[in-house]
């Protein structure tokens, strides 16, 4: 068998075989409703359950479906609910007979199945026999707690009944490419992939921030080995949570980007804009889909002003103060429970909740540079094509303003655009003062 799975995938991609394991669930499940339909409506058919009918055997050729079936070991319920929740996606006329409007049954299936659904086919209106199907869709269920399907749920108004059948976009990759394809920016994943072509060198941090900022490395190389090998799983929490504060452009989101891209782990920052919304329940749910989506990627979750979010709980006094607090402890538990490396920066540490500070295996201060760490980024910050200006004085320009790393870079990058306008490779001091100025203006101050 195996030696016939290998030669059947070095013939044919993985789509085709998936497609035929597929194609064999479909026709399985068109049956299954057809045969319910009959129970449901008195008429004669060969079953007296729908489960009589088997699910196909998914010999032949090893698709990544039957791998995962086969891997999780699915029940024909199981695979049942799963099939369910993947046709509208991948064959989403295979049904269009059951909506027929000329011949309308007294219970039609909905354009997106729902938990309501998968119930009435397993189970037709028995009630005792309804009850017994809700453990599929509970958050211990291998489909609910592996992450192959999720159940979208109306926060307001809707009941578990009424929550759609959806595949997770990882598994509908897999099904049917065979590959999974990284999430997609936006609303429906309010989380981006960061990177940069820097490294460790062109980063000018304190040595206390920079010995912190190892621990993390550290936790990323034995943290496995501390969990499992010793066994210290059942007495210490999963993952590492870290906290960088500071004032803007000291560093803290390209020391994330340069952990990742050292560790060789995908850094990704969560756009707050996106994840937080007016609307109740709404802001939980983009962060869910979030965890559970970097929960078996091994992904570095990067909150960036995590302030905005991760602010401390207020006194209840209206029923928005209540949803809020719901939504901070939802992201403490969220937070706590994750497996993988989460880095929270903020401007203003004083702002977070302190019981979650109190979670952090580490807080990273990263100050405002001092003269001399200032002086080595004038330095290193200008291109090797350049020229300075004789009479310019790198250790008084770090002396005399105060700037964070970002804030001289922006001056570097106006000097040297003024420079190639004016067809020279002359950086001159009136450019670089001029960039200082804008750099005071944006920060309110003057020089």
Same mark, same amino acid.
């Given at each position: 068998?195996?030696? =016939?799975?290998?030669?059947?995938?070095?013939?044919?991609?993985?789509?085709?075989?998936?497609?035929?394991?597929?194609?064999?669930?479909?026709?399985?499940?068109?049956?299954?409703?057809?045969?319910r339909?009959?129970?449901?409506?008195g008429?004669?058919? +060969?079953?007296?359950?729908?489960?009589?009918?088997?699910?196909?055997?998914?010999?032949?050729?090893?698709?990544?479906?039957?791998?995962?079936?086969?891997?999780?070991?699915?029940?024909?319920?199981?695979?049942?609910?799963?099939?369910?929740?993947?046709y509208?996606h991948?064959?989403?006329?295979?049904?269009?007979?059951?909506?027929?409007?000329?011949?309308?049954?007294?219970?039609?299936?909905?354009?997106?199945?729902?938990?309501?659904t998968?119930?009435?086919?397993?189970?037709?209106?028995?009630l005792?026999?309804?009850?017994?199907?809700?453990?599929?869709?509970?958050?211990?269920?291998?489909?609910?707690?592996?992450?192959?399907?999720?159940?979208?749920?109306?926060?307001t108004?809707g009941?578990?009944?009424?929550?759609?059948?959806?595949?997770?976009q990882?598994?509908?990759?897999l099904?049917?490419?065979?590959?999974?394809?990284?999430?997609?920016?936006?609303?429906?994943?309010?989380?981006?992939?960061?990177?940069?072509?820097?490294?460790?060198?062109?980063?000018?941090?304190?040595?206390?921030?920079?010995?912190?900022?190892?621990?993390?490395?550290?936790?990323?190389?034995?943290?496995?080995?501390?969990?499992?090998?010793?066994?210290?799983?059942?007495?210490i929490?999963?993952?590492y949570?870290?906290?960088?504060?500071?004032?803007?452009?000291?560093?803290?989101?390209?020391?994330?980007?340069?952990?990742?891209?050292?560790?060789g782990?995908?850094?990704?920052?969560?756009?707050?804009?996106?994840v937080?919304?007016?609307?109740?329940?709404?802001?939980?749910?983009?962060?869910?889909?979030?965890?559970?989506?970097?929960?078996?990627r091994?992904?570095?979750?990067?909150?960036?002003?995590?302030?905005?979010?991760?602010?401390k709980?207020? =006194?209840?006094?209206?029923?928005?103060d209540?949803?809020?607090?719901?939504?901070?402890?939802?992201?403490?538990?969220?937070?706590?429970?994750h497996?993988g490396?989460?880095?929270?920066?903020?401007?203003?540490?004083?702002?977070?909740?302190?019981?979650?500070?109190?979670?952090?295996?580490?807080?990273?201060?990263?100050?405002?540079?001092?003269?001399?760490?200032?002086?080595?980024?004038?330095?290193?910050?200008?291109?090797?094509?350049?020229?300075?200006?004789k009479?310019?004085?790198?250790?008084?320009?770090?002396?005399?303003?105060?700037?964070?790393?970002?804030?001289?870079?922006?001056?570097?990058?106006?000097?040297?655009?003024?420079?190639?306008?004016?067809?020279?490779?002359?950086?001159?001091?009136?450019?670089?003062?001029?960039?200082?100025?804008k750099?005071?203006?944006?920060?309110?101050? +003057?020089?």
């Amino acid at each position: 068998m195996d030696e =016939e799975r290998t030669v059947c995938r070095m013939v044919e991609p993985y789509y085709r075989y998936n497609a035929r394991h597929l194609m064999a669930e479909f026709a399985w499940l068109k049956e299954v409703v057809r045969a319910r339909y009959r129970l449901y409506h008195g008429k004669e058919t +060969t079953c007296r359950d729908v489960l009589e009918i088997p699910p196909p055997s998914l010999n032949g050729c090893g698709s990544l479906y039957s791998e995962v079936v086969r891997g999780y070991r699915l029940t024909p319920e199981e695979r049942l609910v799963l099939v369910l929740a993947l046709y509208p996606h991948i064959h989403p006329a295979l049904l269009d007979e059951f909506f027929n409007p000329g011949d309308r049954p007294q219970r039609r299936l909905p354009p997106i199945p729902t938990v309501d659904t998968a119930l009435f086919l397993l189970a037709g209106d028995e009630l005792e026999k309804r009850f017994h199907y809700y453990y599929l869709f509970e958050p211990h269920s291998v489909l609910i707690k592996e992450g192959i399907i999720e159940l979208e749920k109306d926060h307001t108004t809707g009941t578990l009944l009424d929550a759609r059948l959806v595949p997770s976009q990882e598994v509908l990759s897999l099904f049917t490419t065979g590959r999974i394809h990284p999430p997609q920016y936006g609303h429906e994943f309010p989380a981006q992939r960061i990177t940069t072509e820097l490294e460790w060198k062109d980063l000018v941090l304190p040595p206390q921030t920079m010995a912190q900022v190892e621990e993390i490395k550290i936790w990323i190389k034995h943290g496995r080995t501390l969990l499992y090998q010793w066994g210290l799983k059942k007495k210490i929490a999963p993952g590492y949570r870290c906290l960088f504060y500071g004032p803007p452009g000291t560093g803290k989101t390209l020391t994330a980007m340069l952990i990742g891209k050292e560790t060789g782990i995908d850094v990704y920052r969560i756009d707050l804009s996106l994840v937080v919304s007016k609307f109740i329940g709404e802001t939980e749910k983009n962060l869910k889909k979030i965890f559970d989506t970097a929960r078996d990627r091994d992904w570095i979750l990067f909150f960036d002003e995590a302030d905005a979010l991760f602010t401390k709980r207020t =006194e209840v006094q209206t029923s928005h103060d209540r949803f809020s607090n719901q939504e901070i402890a939802y992201l403490l538990h969220r937070v706590e429970e994750h497996p993988g490396v989460v880095i929270l920066a903020t401007n203003r540490k004083s702002n977070l909740d302190e019981a979650f500070l109190r979670r952090f295996q580490n807080m990273i201060e990263f100050p405002m540079p001092t003269k001399q760490e200032r002086l080595r980024i004038w330095q290193n910050g200008f291109s090797k094509s350049s020229v300075l200006e004789k009479g310019i004085d790198l250790e008084e320009l770090a002396e005399r303003y105060e700037l964070t790393g970002a804030s001289i870079m922006n001056v570097v990058r106006y000097a040297s655009l003024m420079a190639l306008n004016e067809g020279s490779n002359v950086i001159r001091a009136s450019h670089i003062l001029k960039g200082i100025e804008k750099e005071y203006t944006k920060e309110g101050r +003057t020089i």
